[in-house]
């Protein structure tokens, strides 16, 4: 039955007695995903057909997943921010095809599959989690990405011209690849830090930078640095919070910065050394390959310095986007502006905001906001007693926020601007299913009020006297 | 340190990164609020940079919205690809200082009357098709051709007609000394004339002249009603001169007439300076000053999406003197005649001044983005003044000739006001049973010329009414 609660008998005495009104994110969430259509009406009738078509799933899958999750406890919070996120970006592809008319047109079916596959995903999770536990996973992880960055590097395609080969084709069906690598950092990180396996400072350290280091080579091949950006905000995150304190760590993330900071320095240098060979076509082997890198960072640094530096060439996608925030108002652009390149993917966050105005693309930002906060809060509760979980649930945190907020702060020209989907609100099928199977693992591990695992696997009796090692433990004393 | 140190750091630093987030993204939606929406709301250099980047933004491809009258008739537009909205002949010129223009070049913005004012919905606010929305004023097309060709034919001045109940303008045209044609900005703007660009009616700021009497009748009637005074009271014997007490400051009638003995509709037939300075004196300067602020003269007065009209009157601690000028119209007082119609028209309305209105309705495809609602301004004075003062004015009306028989009741009085420059700025003010008008002429020699105007605006007036 919709928002029954049924008895939980984990539930402490205090809670019971408690009203839990939490059903309430349901109803609200159904509201707002039912008021998106009649938004979506004033914009476009045939959008908003479009996206009635699309809303029953949604509102089926809201209503039942919803329940479910509130009959296990999960995050009610977090399930709306998913619930509304989804409609609304949803509602936007929809919209976009109307207005923009992008090469690519956005398909329910497809978007369909990624929530099957999600579930799939979270069916599966089960199994999939008992190799966290096991050393040879961490290898694995590393063999893996090795693998997609070589692969792609041999065989990758660039279906839309963005100048990376992070596309795969097999028959009719192209993926990006690289939204795996995200994947086997999940499956990488996890290992590293799981209970199960006690691990010196200097083991995760060393390790780590290797892991980051191939990334980092592997993006430098392919050309695609906006999934690497990721990857690097995931790997200081992860250390920062889950390494304990030692003189190592410090060191290290200091370094990490300094080295940041003097590859931007040095791509600066680079590039005005490179320049003249590019121009007269004289560059050897090694710069053929670290010009485009190079070229890249100058660029995108030199734009958020002075937007009207290239206004006609890299500026262009960025002068647009101010176009758009100025004419977005409480409710929308009222000027049919359609000039804004890549509205379905990278400039998602200002076509809703030059859509639907700028208040319903604040409100998505505090939905992003939502999501760190509770997928924190989870992975907090869970670091009591699986440190795997915890670093898997915070990773998965960590990329859909620092993704959803890189690209929006990037492409309102507050920051380097970086070319990748904005969670839930852009298109692609391959991120749509990893996005969707993010949001489901963290639902899934908000269950039983973060204890959905400890309470299947663990006699919670024993867990009471356990002493599980903590990684890096040793060192750090 | 132990396991749950160890663990309670890690706590504390996920704690912190939320925290980091949070200060993330209210500095960004704080920051993003204030320069898209605050700013451009509250400040007119943040606003004109916004228009100037949505105006160079659509410029190539948005159609300027059409600009009707009352009925629908076009004013300005017929806007279509590569060709600019226009006015056609004789609205060009008509309505040439109300619809103004709007453009940005060189990153700056320039703006002028409604098409400057109303440029959001115009140029900023399109329908499927790329046009702006339709703009509906509250005149009347034919009024205002016929005020600009026949009332003012070529002279500097403006003619206003207010609608009694509903205070719209059933015609605001106006001509400075320059032939300011709307279709062809350069006329506008390419002119060197000093103050060729102030639209006559709205802009300056001159004494009223004897329009101004109306204000000093109406205290000293209401002096009359509060305190119930001498028969007396209004008896004057007119010399052709007259000294405010404490003053050796002469005041003499125009062309120094004697009148003799004078009452208020003797001395407001025939515009007695001397009976009005006295009266002015004996009322005294807080009811004076009370009269004038009810009639909101030193207030601003917003007309929507044209301009705010200005006033000024300082009678508070005046000398006798300063009072007796004042009262007959000239002194420190200063008023545009759009507001002398608004007087004219409060007097029409048993002392309700109603809300001035120009624009009636605007409307982009089906939606309704702004209707105007008849509203009073202000409660001036109570109904009895008005009762007794309109049989003066109408007397008046009739003494300039615009008679009942051709006219109907028509109330009026016409102004002399010597201005700066040697310059004399002329008025007539006067209402009927529907509309109150003020025909204004900047540089003119007697108000006496004005009398055949008012005569002729009056028919066209009612011919208007009675076609309705």
Not at chain 1, 93 to 114: A, C, G, N, R, W
Not at chain 2, 206 to 235: H, M, Q, R, W, Y
Not at chain 2, 359 to 365: C, E, F, L, P, T
Not at chain 2, 375 to 404: M, Q
Request: with cysteine.
């Amino acid at each position: 039955m919709f928002f029954t609660k049924k008895k939980s008998g984990i539930e402490p005495a205090a809670e019971k007695e408690a009203v839990d009104r939490s059903d309430r994110y349901i109803i609200l969430a159904v509201l707002i995903q039912v008021g998106m259509s009649g938004l979506l009406f004033l914009k476009s009738r045939e959008a908003s057909l479009n996206y009635l078509i699309l809303l029953i799933p949604i509102l089926i899958v809201t209503a039942f997943l919803g329940t479910h999750t509130y009959n296990k406890d999960g995050d009610m919070k977090l399930f709306f921010a998913f619930a509304v996120l989804a409609s609304i970006g949803a509602a936007l592809q929809f919209l976009v095809d109307e207005i923009y008319h992008p090469p690519t047109v956005f398909s329910p079916v497809k978007y369909l599959i990624s929530f099957g596959c999600s579930f799939l995903f979270i069916l599966f999770y089960k199994l999939f989690r008992k190799m966290l536990n096991h050393s040879v996973t961490l290898y694995l992880a590393i063999l893996m990405a090795a693998g997609i960055y070589a692969l792609l590097y041999f065989k990758g395609v660039d279906p839309n011209g963005y100048g990376t080969k992070a596309w795969l084709t097999v028959g009719p069906v192209t993926f990006q690849l690289t939204d795996f690598t995200k994947i086997t950092a999940l499956i990488f990180y996890s290992t590293l830090f799981s209970s199960k396996s006690e691990r010196s400072t200097w083991f995760i350290l060393v390790i780590s930078s290797f892991f980051f280091a191939l990334n980092l080579a592997g993006s430098v091949l392919i050309h695609e640095l906006g999934s690497f950006f990721i990857l690097f905000f995931l790997h200081l995150s992860v250390l920062c919070i889950f390494m304990p304190h030692s003189m190592a760590k410090r060191i290290y993330l200091i370094a990490i910065f300094l080295f940041c900071v003097m590859v931007v320095g040095g791509s600066f240098v680079l590039y005005k050394i490179l320049l003249p060979q590019a121009e007269s076509g004289t560059m050897n082997r090694i710069s053929t390959i670290i010009w485009p890198v190079v070229k890249k960072i100058y660029v995108r640094f030199s734009l958020t310095a002075n937007l009207n530096s290239d206004p006609y060439g890299s500026g262009y996608q960025l002068l647009q986007g101010k176009k758009a925030l100025w004419m977005s108002g409480l409710f929308g652009n009222t000027v049919n502006f359609s000039a804004l390149p890549v509205p379905e993917s990278d400039m998602a966050f200002i076509a809703l905001a030059s859509a639907f105005g700028l208040p319903l693309a604040f409100f998505t930002v505090l939905m992003f906001l939502r999501i760190f906060i509770s997928g924190s809060e989870i992975s907090r509760k869970i670091s009591e007693y699986d440190p795997a979980d915890s670093v898997l649930v915070y990773s998965v945190t960590v990329m859909l926020f620092l993704q959803a907020m890189i690209v929006i702060l990037g492409s309102c020209n507050l920051i380097p601007f970086t070319g990748l989907p904005i969670p839930f609100l852009s298109r692609g099928g391959t991120y749509q299913a990893i996005v969707f199977s993010f949001a489901g693992l963290m639902i899934s591990l908000s269950q039983n009020n973060g204890r959905k695992y400890k309470e299947s696997e663990v006699d919670p009796d024993v867990t009471e006297q356990l002493e599980i090692p903590y990684p890096g433990q040793d060192q750090a004393q | 340190m132990s396991q749950n140190s160890s663990k309670s750091h890690t706590r504390v630093r996920i704690r912190l990164s939320e925290l980091a987030a949070c200060i993330v993204c209210f500095l960004f939606i704080a920051f993003f609020s204030f320069k898209y929406l605050i700013r451009p709301a509250a400040d007119s250099n943040s606003r004109a940079l916004r228009n100037t980047i949505i105006y160079d933004a659509v410029k190539n491809y948005a159609l300027e919205g059409d600009i009707v009258d009352r009925d629908g008739a076009l004013i300005m537009g017929n806007a279509a690809e590569g060709i600019p909205a226009y006015a056609p002949a004789g609205k060009n010129r008509s309505y040439a200082y109300l619809l103004g223009y709007y453009t940005v070049s060189q990153n700056r913005e320039n703006k002028y009357g409604l098409r400057g004012s109303l440029n959001e919905y115009l140029l900023f606010t399109l329908d499927k098709s790329n046009k702006g929305a339709t703009v509906t004023l509250t005149t009347d097309n034919a009024l205002q051709n016929y005020a600009f060709e026949t009332i003012l034919n070529g002279q500097e001045g403006s003619v206003i007609v207010l609608d009694n109940k509903t205070g719209d303008v059933l015609c605001f045209t106006s001509k400075s000394n320059i032939d300011y044609d709307v279709n062809d900005m350069e006329s506008f703007i390419g002119s060197d004339v000093e103050g060729a660009q102030f639209r006559r009616g709205t802009f300056e700021n001159d004494p009223p002249g004897s329009t101004f009497k109306i204000v000093t009748a109406a205290a000293a009637i209401e002096k009359d009603i509060d305190e119930n005074l001498p028969d007396d009271f209004f008896a004057y014997t007119d010399t052709g001169e007259y000294y405010a007490p404490d003053s050796d400051f002469v005041i003499t009638n125009y062309e120094h007439a004697v009148w003799g003995e004078v009452d208020l509709e003797k001395a407001m037939n025939n515009s007695v300076n001397c009976y009005f300075a006295n009266l002015g004196v004996k009322i005294g300067a807080e009811r004076m000053n009370k009269m004038a602020k009810n009639l909101m003269i030193g207030s601003d007065i917003k007309i929507p999406f044209l301009c705010t009209i200005h006033s000024r009157i300082d009678i508070s601690n005046a000398e006798p003197v300063t009072i007796a000028q004042t009262a007959f119209g000239q002194g420190n007082t200063e008023i545009t005649p759009f507001h002398l119609a608004l007087i004219a028209q409060a007097m029409a309305n048993d002392g309700k001044m109603m809300q001035p209105n120009i624009v009636k309705r605007i409307q982009s495809g089906n939606s309704l983005l702004y209707k105007s609602n008849p509203s009073v301004l202000k409660n001036c004075f109570r109904a009895k003044i008005a009762e007794r003062l309109k049989p003066i004015l109408h007397s008046t009306a009739v003494g300039y000739g615009i008679d009942e028989a051709s006219c109907g009741m028509v109330y009026a009085k016409t102004g002399t006001a010597e201005c700066a420059n040697d310059r004399i700025h002329t008025y007539i003010i006067g209402f009927t049973e529907n509309a109150s008008f003020c025909i204004s002429m900047n540089d003119s020699e007697h108000s006496s010329d004005l009398w055949p105007k008012a005569k002729q605006l009056v028919q066209f007036i009612n011919g208007i009414y009675t076609r309705q």
